[in-house]
């Protein structure tokens, strides 16, 4: 069973930085493509960034595009976000999913295993 798990979230003040990993436990890992999703209180699960296998292309929702930088490592299993200039509006919960597919997918449902996410805080 391949499992995913995020690290890195925290509390951050505005303007401020972190940065997501997400390690995938599959010996396939660069033939899978990897998405990062939110899901805010009381809001729909939306979103973020992904990036297909072999890292040659990637997309962005239109309001991190600017702000966040999705990457990979496949030597090392993993996923990573960065963000930057970070707004109490990205307050959410961070979630890595990942599509056996390979492909730069922007919809949840075509993910096939899911992490149990990481909380971002943005605050003063």
């Known amino acids: 069973q391949v499992q995913v798990a995020e690290s890195g979230g925290g509390l951050v003040q505005p303007g401020g930085s972190l940065k997501l990993s997400c390690t995938v436990s599959?010996?396939?890992?660069?033939?899978?493509?990897l998405g990062w999703f939110r899901q805010a209180p009381g809001k729909d699960r939306e979103f973020i960034a992904t990036?297909?296998?072999?890292?040659?292309?990637?997309f962005y929702a239109d309001s991190v595009k600017g702000r966040f930088i999705i990457s990979r490592d496949d030597t090392k299993h993993a996923g990573y976000l960065q963000l930057n200039n970070l707004k109490p509006e990205d307050t959410a919960i961070y979630y890595c999913?990942?599509?056996?597919?390979?492909?730069?997918?922007?919809?949840?449902?075509?993910?096939?295993?899911w992490g149990q996410g990481t909380q971002v805080t943005v605050s003063s």
């Open positions: 990036i297909r296998r072999g890292a040659n292309r990637s």
């Open positions: 599959t010996p396939i890992f660069s033939t899978f493509g």
């Open positions: 999913a990942a599509n056996q597919d390979g492909e730069d997918y922007l919809y949840a449902g075509a993910y096939d295993f």
